[in-house]
Structure formats: C-alpha cells, structure tokens
C-alpha cells in the first residue's frame, strides 16, 4: 500500500475530512476580560491522518470578521518505524503557513524537516531543518487550499 495523495503539500484534501471552527480564546480569557486583541477570532481547522503514513493539519486564522490573518498546511510523513512498526522513527516535515497581509500580499515561510526518533522517546533530534520564502506558487496553492477548506464549513 502507498501513502495517499492528499499526503502531499498543498495537493487537495479527501472530500470526508472534518472542517471545525473554534473560538481563538479560550473561555477562561474571554471570562477574565483578558482576550480584547483576539475576541471573536477564530481557527478552522482540518486534520487528516493515515498512521501508517503520516498526517496533514490545515490552520486557518480569521478575525471576529471573518478575514484571513493567517494560514497554513503541514504534512509529516513516516519514513521508517521500529521493527514491529509500532512507532515512527524517522519522520519528514513539509509546510508552508504565514500571515495574509490586509493589501493582499503573504508573509510566511517553507519548511522542510527530518526528525529522528528513539523508540519511547516523544521529543527526537532535528536531523535537518531548512526554510525559504514560499514560491508564488506554493502561496497560490495555499490560497486555493484556504479556500478549499473554508467552502467545507457547516
């Protein structure tokens, strides 16, 4: 069996996965008074995982107005795994996530990492980490996976 296809960057997700919105505050700060500057903020989000391949998390920032502050799509993908498969040993990390502008224009960054792992061991060594500015592409196709998500919403 091969990793699915929405395993990828950017590549469109599986029709069934669940779209949420939840409130950026939490209650206790909105309670407290102490969530004025992210009042009626809000996270979609969307998750998907296979565990025998990896899995991909879609984060969306938007104001108590609905615009976009921010976004961005993560894939981690199993390389290898102990003997038995029962944990991940190597993992990959691809993303691409920033802040939209209010002028249109996007702030953000690529990343590419490796991660090792012991077996039992949950935090890992970075075996390598590199980050450049997104490609005009890779931002039309977060853009396009924004949208994606946000047309899912119930």
Same mark, same amino acid.
């Given at each position: 069996?091969?990793?699915?296809?929405?395993?990828?960057?950017?590549?469109?997700?599986?029709?069934?996965?669940?779209?949420?919105?939840?409130?950026?505050?939490?209650?206790?700060?909105?309670?407290? #008074?102490?969530?004025?500057?992210?009042?009626?903020?809000?996270?979609?989000?969307?998750?998907?995982?296979?565990?025998?391949?990896?899995?991909?998390?879609?984060?969306?920032?938007?104001?108590?107005? !609905?615009?976009?502050?921010?976004? #961005?799509?993560?894939?981690?993908?199993?390389?290898?795994?102990?003997?038995?498969?029962?944990?991940?040993?190597?993992?990959?990390?691809?993303?691409?996530?920033?802040?939209?502008?209010?002028?249109?224009?996007?702030?953000?960054?690529?990343?590419?990492?490796?991660?090792?792992?012991?077996?039992? !061991?949950?935090?890992?060594?970075?075996?390598?980490?590199?980050?450049?500015?997104?490609?005009?592409?890779?931002?039309?196709?977060?853009?396009?996976?924004?949208? !994606?998500?946000?047309?899912?919403?119930?």
């Amino acid at each position: 069996m091969s990793a699915p296809a929405w395993l990828s960057l950017l590549s469109p997700l599986p029709p069934d996965v669940r779209v949420d919105k939840v409130p950026v505050a939490t209650a206790e700060q909105i309670a407290s #008074g102490t969530a004025s500057a992210i009042q009626g903020w809000h996270s979609v989000r969307a998750f998907v995982s296979e565990p025998e391949f990896g899995l991909r998390h879609v984060l969306i920032t938007l104001d108590q107005d !609905d615009r976009l502050l921010s976004g #961005g799509d993560h894939v981690m993908r199993v390389l290898d795994t102990t003997s038995d498969g029962s944990e991940a040993t190597l993992t990959g990390h691809e993303s691409v996530g920033g802040r939209f502008e209010a002028d249109g224009s996007f702030l953000g960054t690529y990343w590419n990492t490796t991660s090792e792992y012991s077996p039992g !061991d949950e935090t890992g060594v970075t075996r390598n980490a590199e980050s450049r500015p997104p490609s005009t592409e890779e931002i039309a196709a977060l853009r396009r996976l924004i949208e !994606d998500v946000l047309g899912r919403l119930p």
